[in-house]
């Protein structure tokens, strides 16, 4: 509960104050924000993990590891998802809970453009998939 409260408290601190704080104070913010979900998914994983199957899990990892490479390539756009699907499936069977996979995968996305691009992967791949998702926001 701690750690899900928190995130509103800095979101809602940037919301209402959000140009008049310093640059600093809003880095911070940020950065508690995104730690405060990266500990609360590691309290998801080891409170929901019963047991440990090592074998299906590095299956999970080469799989994971092996969409990064692509994502750093930029090869096989149309092999994401099925191969995320892949690296999610031995991460079920391994007994860990399955959103260490999707934040696995989420981290191997470049967020930056590279060179000659206006946006980064991350930005062109969220615009293809929003009209897919449920929680669609209003930007």
């Known amino acids: 509960m701690p ?5 509103a408290f800095a979101v809602a601190v ?4 959000s140009t008049h704080l310093p640059v600093a104070l809003r880095s911070f913010l940020l950065t508690l924000a995104v730690v405060d979900d990266l500990l609360a998914i590691t309290i998801i994983a080891v409170s929901f993990t019963d047991s440990l199957s090592p074998a299906p899990l590095a ?5 994971i590891v092996l969409f990064a490479v692509l994502m750093d390539r930029d ?3 149309w092999l994401l998802l099925p191969l995320a699907a892949v690296a999610w499936a031995p991460m079920h069977a391994s007994g860990v809970h399955t959103t260490i996979a999707g934040v696995l995968l989420g981290f191997a996305v470049p967020a930056r453009p590279g060179p000659g691009e206006r946006r980064g992967t991350a930005e ?3 615009h293809l998939w929003r009209p897919a998702s449920p929680c669609r926001s209003s930007r």
């Open 14 to 17: 940037l919301a209402i104050f």
């Open 3 to 7: 750690t899900a409260t928190d995130i």
């Open 75 to 77: 090869v096989g756009r």
């Open 59 to 63: 299956g999970s990892v080469a799989t």
């Open 124 to 126: 062109r791949l969220e």
